[in-house]
């Protein structure tokens, strides 16, 4: 799975490099077997943003994206959007990316975090549960897409704050953001994709991939 998504994220035309965060070096070592490039980080880390942000204090780039490793139905189009509106607005610190979600079965399922926006498809919020209130996949339900874009200094401040009261309720560490006052950007794509928390989330996976719908 792990060399799937690194060769969807290579394949964006926003990336000059990948490089895969982990703490285990299986994962390593599984990386630079297919000839990737991946680095070691701590293990006390208490979030993904924490982890990445430890890769990005060596790195001198503006913009870090970060997808996540269990995301293999990524799409190369999706890294596009999510760092294009950094080209238009310099004083945009934090981005990811939401879809219309229609299936009742994902607007319920703690699984499958929702967002609203704001009119400037600024976050107004994240949650594991069904919102807003009587969406029941209406045209107002959005499907959170787990990418995010960062400046890199963002990215560091971030990483440092304190964890906070509905992070920590929601388990959402995107929360932290809004909760210390800072925007995140979320504007919509064409694009799905399906994160793999659990045996049944890996199977859909497969039945997409094998029947061919995964571009």
């Known amino acids: 799975m792990i060399e799937h998504v690194y060769r969807r994220a290579a394949a964006s035309t926003a990336v000059r490099r990948v490089l895969v965060a982990t703490d285990d070096a299986r994962i390593l070592r599984a990386v630079e077997a297919f000839g990737g490039e991946a ?26 994206v970060n997808v996540q ?23 945009l610190l934090m981005t990811t990316l939401r879809r219309p979600v229609s299936d009742a079965a994902d607007l319920a399922s703690r699984h499958v975090v929702k967002v609203v926006v704001d009119q400037q498809d600024f976050a107004l919020y994240f949650s594991r ?16 897409i787990g990418i995010y874009a960062y400046r890199r200094a963002f990215l560091l401040t971030l990483a440092g704050l304190p964890p906070t009261p509905l992070e920590q309720t929601e388990q959402l560490e995107q929360l932290r953001a809004l909760e210390h006052g800072y925007r ?24 997409v991939v094998a029947a061919g719908a995964h571009p």
Request: charged share 25%.
């Open 69 to 91: 490793g269990d995301e293999p139905l990524l799409a190369p189009g999706m890294i596009d959007e999510v760092v294009a509106p950094f080209a238009t607005d310099p004083d």
């Open 39 to 64: 680095q070691l980080t701590g293990t006390a880390h208490r979030s993904g943003t924490e982890r990445l942000a430890e890769i990005a204090a060596t790195l001198t780039c503006d913009i870090v």
């Open 184 to 207: 995140i950007k979320a504007p919509a794509t064409i694009h799905d994709s399906i994160g793999v928390d659990t045996p049944e989330d890996l199977e859909r996976v497969r039945r």
């Open 129 to 144: 549960a069904p919102i807003p209130f009587g969406a029941a996949g209406g045209p107002a339900a959005s499907k959170h």
